[in-house]
């Protein structure tokens, strides 16, 4: 019985897709790239945070404590913007291997999916029909039944 599973695994081991063994080293990076530029930005967002109450300290009028935080607040939405343009750049990076990049990727897999879908859906539309053909089929025959018993008394 051990000889039984030790060929089974060398089988199992031969028909491995090597598509599915490079899938992962392109997801890593694509999370490696991902993560360090979320963290970079993070860092830098949280040293913002933690040097505005250091600013307005230095404010010596109401008009200055205003103009400071509209200040941040306009630098907010541009360190913001700024990283979803860099976050979206990651993710449309070609791979290096493939020469895809994850959105194309993503972008392929959602228009397969939705023509399997439209596969799925006429195959069930043809499959309601045939269930409908039966069933009246079915129906015609129970409903003949009753004339044949009729002409058979006469």
Same mark, same amino acid.
Request: charged share 25%.
């Given at each position: 019985?051990?000889?039984? *599973?030790?060929?089974?695994?060398?089988?199992?081991?031969?028909? =491995?897709?090597? $598509?599915?063994?490079? +899938?992962?080293?392109? #997801? &890593?990076?694509?999370?490696?790239?991902?993560?360090?530029?979320?963290?970079?930005?993070?860092?830098?967002?949280?040293?913002?945070?933690?040097?505005?109450?250091?600013?307005?300290?230095?404010?010596?009028?109401?008009?200055?404590?205003?103009?400071?935080?509209?200040?941040?607040?306009?630098?907010?939405?541009? *360190?913001?913007?700024?990283?979803?343009?860099?976050?979206?750049? =990651?993710?449309? $990076?070609?791979?290096? +291997?493939?020469?895809? #990049? &994850?959105?194309?990727?993503?972008?392929?897999?959602?228009?397969?999916?939705?023509?399997?879908?439209?596969?799925?859906?006429?195959?069930?539309?043809?499959?309601?029909?045939?269930?409908?053909?039966?069933?009246?089929?079915?129906?015609?025959?129970?409903?003949?039944?009753?004339?044949?018993?009729?002409?058979?008394?006469?």
């Amino acid at each position: 019985m051990p000889k039984r *599973d030790k060929i089974s695994t060398e089988e199992s081991q031969q028909s =491995i897709d090597t $598509e599915t063994i490079a +899938q992962p080293d392109q #997801s &890593l990076q694509f999370l490696s790239s991902w993560n360090a530029e979320l963290i970079r930005f993070y860092a830098h967002r949280y040293q913002e945070y933690g040097m505005l109450p250091l600013r307005l300290l230095s404010c010596s009028t109401l008009a200055d404590m205003q103009r400071l935080q509209g200040e941040f607040l306009q630098q907010l939405v541009v *360190d913001y913007r700024d990283e979803a343009a860099t976050l979206s750049k =990651i993710a449309g $990076e070609p791979d290096q +291997q493939s020469g895809t #990049s &994850l959105a194309s990727d993503y972008a392929a897999g959602l228009q397969k999916a939705q023509r399997d879908a439209a596969v799925i859906i006429e195959e069930g539309k043809a499959q309601a029909a045939r269930i409908v053909a039966s069933a009246e089929e079915q129906a015609n025959r129970l409903t003949d039944l009753p004339e044949e018993q009729e002409k058979k008394l006469a």
